[in-house]
């Protein structure tokens, strides 16, 4: 419960930074792949958008399936909340952006990406994570180790060393919102 809690709060101020800078969230858009959280009409291939929660709630039931494992209930509880296009967020160490499902055939690229992060990590006998963001260091993501529910900084095909918090409730409570300037 303090997961969701703390992920709507941080939305909360984000939107509310977001409007205090007289900044929208806009993000790149198709028109043959509409979401729920499109604010208003395409205009040049971008469009404004809010977080909107998912209704249905995305379900992780096959990812588990594929990889004969249970994911981490934190994981599923992040990627089942909200449709959006990724949140800039800044962690003291450094930029990020909160990777979000834009709709249903978003959630599927997301379900492959993370069935082959986890057969890859497997591949190189590493413990296995969930990313949830990006960096501003292509080489570098966020992480949730799968078998704790802590969150790690995680460099490509290295396994994770530099732990950032207890679980994803705690991680929220480190960021505070910014802009994407290239993230």
């Not at 958008?49 to 994911?71: G, I, M």
């Not at 990313?131 to 490509?156: C, H, K, P, Q, W």
Request: net charge negative.
């Amino acid at each position: 419960m303090a997961l969701s809690s703390n992920y709507a709060d941080f939305i909360q101020q984000s939107l509310l930074w977001h409007q205090q800078q007289k900044l929208t969230l806009i993000t790149w858009a198709d028109p043959k792949s509409p979401s729920q959280c499109q604010v208003n009409d395409i205009v040049d291939g971008t469009v404004q958008w809010q977080p909107v929660l998912q209704q249905p709630k995305a379900d992780f039931s096959n990812v588990e399936q594929a990889l004969e494992l249970t994911l981490h209930p934190d994981i599923i509880t992040f990627y089942q909340t909200y449709f959006g296009a990724g949140l800039a967020a800044e962690h003291p160490k450094g930029k990020l952006a909160l990777l979000m499902v834009w709709n249903n055939d978003d959630l599927n690229r997301l379900q492959e990406n993370i069935i082959g992060h986890i057969l890859m990590k497997r591949r190189l006998k590493q413990q296995e994570t969930v990313f949830f963001a990006t960096t501003e260091d292509d080489d570098i993501l966020l992480s949730v180790l799968n078998s704790t529910g802590e969150v790690f900084l995680e460099r490509v095909g290295q396994e994770v060393t530099e732990k950032l918090a207890a679980n994803l409730a705690e991680f929220f409570t480190q960021l505070q919102p910014c802009a994407y300037e290239g993230l």
